[in-house]
């Protein structure tokens, strides 16, 4: 019974490149949402999506970022252009229904380096 | 704006005592007050709380929420080494009906042997 995964663990990339972060959440869950954790700060919330759809976006970035759930495959978050102060933990998490009170399950984070 | 604040930022013990970690929230339409433990990888799920005065266990761990004070505690007794990790709390919004988290810094706990 697989956890939530993310891939990969680790990114490194220099600025202006285009950093691919994903996410296949928990088995049966179809609602996922994405954090990011900056250094010595707590994880912040970027956006929640069902299947095919961005239900909440009101944490993510203007520019350069953003996020989709295809009807296969995993959820992808999508940075552009890199710059350094996007360097942080990305976190995955997924929840079974979606429900102000179902607990989201998290992966192992994607630890994205700008250099 | 929505904020949670966690007390101590950090704690160091020793193997055997009992600890304390405190969380303060201000969350728009709030619906349930989340603990995790987050060691190297993965935060991990200890305790989801909705409503106030009862207390969760699970193992040597509790966790009781009060609504009039908007805070909860976490305790740890009898601490073990296996213990030190980052305690992270979070409060969920409802305010948009998506159960969005908003998580507090974190208290980094150290047990020492």
């Known amino acids: 019974n697989a956890g939530v995964m993310q891939n990969p663990r680790h990114l490194v990339r220099r600025r202006g490149q285009e950093a691919r972060l994903r996410c296949s959440p928990m088995?049966?869950?179809?609602?996922v949402y994405w954090y990011r954790q900056l250094p010595e700060e707590g994880l912040k919330f970027m956006v929640y999506?069902?299947?095919?759809?961005?239900?909440?976006e009101s944490g993510m970035p203007k520019e350069r970022f953003s996020a989709e759930f295809p009807k296969e495959g995993p959820s992808i978050l999508r940075i552009q252009q890199v710059v350094r102060g996007d360097s942080a933990a990305y976190f995955c998490a997924s929840s079974l229904q979606g429900a102000l009170t179902d607990t989201q399950y998290f992966g192992p984070g994607t630890r994205l380096t700008v250099l | 704006e929505d904020k949670v604040v966690q007390s101590p930022l950090s704690l160091v013990v020793h193997e055997g005592d009992t600890v304390t970690l405190n969380c303060s929230y201000e969350?728009?339409?709030?619906?349930?007050l989340l603990w995790y433990k987050q060691e190297k990888k993965a935060p991990t799920f200890l305790f989801m709380l909705t409503s106030s005065g009862i207390e969760k266990k699970s193992g040597r761990l509790s966790s009781i929420l009060d609504k009039k004070e908007l805070s909860s505690i976490l305790n740890i007794t009898a601490t073990q080494t296996g213990d030190s990790a980052i305690y992270l709390c979070?409060?969920?919004?409802?305010?948009?009906?998506?159960?969005?988290?908003?998580f507090g810094q974190g208290t980094t706990l150290q047990v020492k042997p």
């Open positions: 969350v728009t339409n709030f619906r349930s």
């Open positions: 088995k049966g869950h179809s609602h």
């Open positions: 979070a409060g969920s919004d409802g305010s948009s009906n998506t159960g969005k988290l908003i």
């Open positions: 999506l069902q299947k095919e759809n961005i239900i909440d």
